[in-house]
């Protein structure tokens, strides 16, 4: 190894990932925790405060990449799979928001991370709430998109059906694509990523999803609970929404500014609820407006 490779956090990875980085300048790495998970992360070194990019739940790390190749910060980066999802090691429990959020807490401390901003999108923008909440000193800012607090129990119903539906495995990378959410606004190259990053191929010859069924499942119901009791943000926030968005409705967004009363808002234009992956441009443009207007975008 170079110089460079040791200072990197973490190990390597054993083999390849399943795509590699869309440039040369990110890692991927993996690095055991406190807590025992054993989570792998995307990273890149940099000047300036630290931005921690949180994933949606079911999807991996890598939704971020369009949009972190778009922001291209100086910042030092991280953006994590949760424990049980995508190339992270799985735990013998479901993992649930708790269980996240001691994982997310403590990859911040092993990266020597004494302050940071937060980029969150759906489950991840839930998670950055709460981490602002549990946090205040640490958490300099966030940027919360389509959080997901109090989830609609059709929204849950309709993704335990997806779940039982998608376990069953599928024959092709077009069945797969046929079964994702919320896919209609991607490009071709964003939903060939998506394919490349987010399946696996298990030994019966069948394609399926890189997650751990129980703990996705523990995750959404989480999410269908009254939150706002422990959420009690400070920083600046940034709250926007899909513009299309099916899951998160206008009234959920109402409650979300009502309950962050200094947050700003937005609309992503032309996207549902995948938001780094159905306008990730804009999704980087949101977002490093923001950080640009709080002093802590390093260009």
């Not at 040369?24 to 890149?44: H, K, N, V, Y």
């Amino acid at each position: 190894m170079d110089s460079q490779t040791d200072a990197l956090p973490g190990r390597a990875f054993e083999g390849l990932p399943p795509r590699d980085p869309l440039d040369e300048s990110w890692a991927m790495r993996r690095i055991r925790l406190s807590t025992g998970a054993d989570i792998a992360f995307t990273f890149r070194s940099g000047t300036g405060l630290p931005l921690l990019c949180l994933t949606a739940n079911r999807t991996t790390r890598r939704i971020f990449d369009f949009v972190l190749a778009d922001l291209d910060p100086r910042n030092p980066v991280c953006a994590p799979d949760y424990r049980g999802l995508g190339e992270s090691g799985d735990m013998p429990a479901a993992a649930d928001l708790d269980d996240h959020l001691d994982d997310i807490e403590d990859l911040c401390d092993a990266l020597g991370w004494e302050q940071f901003a937060v980029i969150g999108q759906a489950t991840g923008a839930t998670l950055a709430l709460l981490l602002a909440t549990r946090l205040p000193d640490r958490v300099v800012a966030l940027a919360a998109g389509d959080a997901a607090v109090s989830l609609r129990a059709d929204v849950f119903d309709l993704f335990l059906q997806q779940v039982e539906r998608h376990d069953r495995g599928f024959a092709s990378r077009a069945e797969a694509l046929a079964e994702t959410p919320f896919r209609a606004a991607w490009s071709d190259v964003v939903a060939a990523h998506w394919l490349d990053t987010a399946l696996r191929r298990d030994s019966d010859g069948r394609l399926r999803w890189r997650y751990h069924t129980p703990s996705i499942v523990a995750t959404q119901r989480a999410l269908t609970e009254d939150l706002w009791p422990r959420i009690h943000v400070r920083q600046p926030t940034l709250l926007f929404h899909g513009e299309h968005c099916t899951v998160i409705d206008a009234d959920a967004m109402r409650t979300a500014r009502k309950n962050i009363p200094q947050a700003r808002f937005a609309t992503l234009a032309g996207a549902n609820h995948r938001l780094t992956q159905d306008a990730p441009a804009e999704f980087a443009r949101l977002v490093g407006r923001f950080l640009a207007e709080e002093g802590l975008l390093s260009r």
